[in-house]
C-alpha cells in the first residue's frame, strides 16, 4: 500500500459516498481496498489530543 487510511462513516451509505466522490477522485488513486469492521467493541478517539 502506499497509503492506509481509516475513516468513519455513519453507515455504509456514507462509506460509498466518500469513497466514490472524494477518494476515488483524487488525482492518482488508481485503486482502492476497503475493510469494514463487523463489530466494534470499544472506540475511542483520545488519540488525538494531549
Do not use: H, M
Not at 455513519?10 to 477518494?23: G, H, K, P, R, Y
Not at 475493510?35 to 470499544?42: D, G, I, R, S
Amino acid at each position: 500500500f502506499d497509503a492506509i487510511v481509516e475513516v468513519v462513516c455513519e453507515d455504509d451509505d456514507s462509506l460509498l459516498e466518500l469513497l466514490n466522490t472524494q477518494i476515488r477522485a483524487l488525482p492518482g488513486v488508481i485503486s482502492t481496498e476497503t475493510l469494514v469492521y463487523l463489530k466494534l467493541v470499544n472506540q475511542q478517539y483520545n488519540w488525538g489530543t494531549r
